[in-house]
């Protein structure tokens, strides 16, 4: 049996996988922009995120069916080898960058919460070597090992925002309709890329065991990750308001140090500092293996593994380029209309020319 294709995922890994790519994101500083700019309805763009990308899955879902292979024969039975080629590297441009912010983010937030006099260097080379030896164990243990941290890390955030019922001022989500319902609604339809990590379901397609193990894993990935992203974003709103919201740079941390239990029991953030580095570290080993994943199809590689120590330097290199966390910041915004390609451009040309393509089939077949 192929490596690349062991065919036995199920349910429980696809929503693991997902949900560790695209959770981690909520609690970076994407958030504290994001409300700003939409105000106290910033729930509506969070809802708009998980319902789009759904959509994309459910079309790619629909090309698979119509051509039965790994994305790579699919894109070139319906777009030509050039426009194979053209895709898979842009996905997977897509996923190694994503790793790589992450990484970078990742690190920068690990050095001023729990490390600060270690050096950077070290955290990020933890950070890629951890990645990389879950992705050399394969993707198997890559969902295995989402899958355990998954409900730890879900119950944990709970606990966190539960906690915190004391610090809620209802009167910070008003006015209801933010800074308007359109531009929560611009910003959903423009951030669905940041949700681009569901997609890897479909490109790990051989992976799992059929089109409904898929289906059934992306809804409940989003909706699980949807409804703890609204929750999240409606406490941090209740807690902070918009004004102070906007200017925290760590969001669950800034949330976590309000927690207080009595005089014996006090700062429980650093407790929930490990729940949130094993968000990013999964998020940085699910992104690399699949960017790794579409470049070993290209190369027609039996497995990944000879690669992974490259691709893994790669990213780390990649995430020490930019001269500081702002510059990060900036580099991830701009990505974001990349990311968005692959939510809207290639979707939706692999679903037309899948559905032209049966049409035709059909017309000829009556004929």
């Known amino acids: 049996m192929n490596e690349l294709h062991p065919g036995r995922l199920g349910v429980a890994d696809g929503i693991a996988l997902v949900f560790g790519i695209v959770m981690p994101r909520v609690f970076l500083s994407t958030i504290s922009s994001l409300i700003e700019q939409n105000g106290p309805i910033l729930w509506l763009a969070m809802v708009i995120y998980t319902l789009i990308p759904l959509m994309a899955l459910y079309m790619m879902v629909y090309v698979h069916n119509g051509v039965s292979s790994d994305i790579l024969m699919v894109c070139q039975?319906?777009?030509?080898r050039i426009g194979a080629w053209v895709v898979l590297l842009t996905y997977s441009f897509m996923f190694l960058s994503n790793a790589s912010l992450v990484l970078r983010l990742y690190s920068e937030y690990t050095l001023l919460t729990a490390l600060p006099r270690v050096e950077f260097q070290l955290v990020i080379i933890w950070y890629t070597v951890s990645a990389g030896i879950i992705c050399y164990l394969g993707i198997e243990a890559l969902t295995r090992t989402s899958y355990i941290v998954m409900p730890f890390s879900m119950a944990g955030i709970a606990i966190i925002l539960l906690l915190l019922a004391p610090f809620y001022i209802f009167y910070n989500l008003t006015p209801w309709q933010g800074n308007g319902v359109m531009q929560?609604?611009?910003a959903g339809?423009?951030?669905?890329?940041?949700?681009?990590?569901?997609?890897?379901?479909?490109?790990?397609?051989?992976?799992?065991?059929n089109a409904r193990t898929i289906k059934k894993a992306a809804m409940y990935a989003l909706s699980y990750a949807g409804i703890l992203r609204v929750s999240f974003i409606l406490v941090y709103t209740m807690v902070f308001g918009i004004a102070s919201g906007a200017e925290k740079t760590m969001p669950l941390f800034e949330l976590a140090r309000l927690v207080y239990l009595n005089q014996y029991f006090q700062r429980i953030e650093a407790l929930f500092i490990i729940v949130w580095v094993m968000f990013g570290l999964l998020a940085v080993a699910g992104s690399l293996y699949v960017g790794l994943y579409l470049i070993a199809l290209l190369l027609k590689l039996p497995t990944l593994r000879p690669i992974v120590p490259l691709g893994a330097m790669l990213i780390a290199n990649a995430a020490m380029m930019p001269p500081d966390?702002?510059?990060?910041?900036?580099?991830?915004?701009?990505?974001?209309?990349?990311?968005?390609?692959?939510?809207?451009?290639?979707?939706?040309?692999?679903?037309?020319?899948?559905?032209?393509?049966?049409?035709?089939?059909?017309?000829?077949?009556s004929v």
């Open 77 to 80: 039975q319906l777009i030509g």
């Open 184 to 186: 929560a609604v611009y």
């Open 189 to 209: 339809v423009k951030g669905a890329g940041y949700n681009v990590g569901v997609l890897s379901l479909i490109i790990l397609a051989p992976a799992f065991q």
């Open 325 to 365: 966390i702002g510059y990060a910041l900036q580099v991830d915004q701009k990505l974001i209309t990349l990311f968005d390609v692959g939510i809207y451009v290639f979707p939706i040309i692999l679903f037309v020319m899948t559905y032209w393509k049966r049409r035709r089939k059909k017309l000829c077949t």
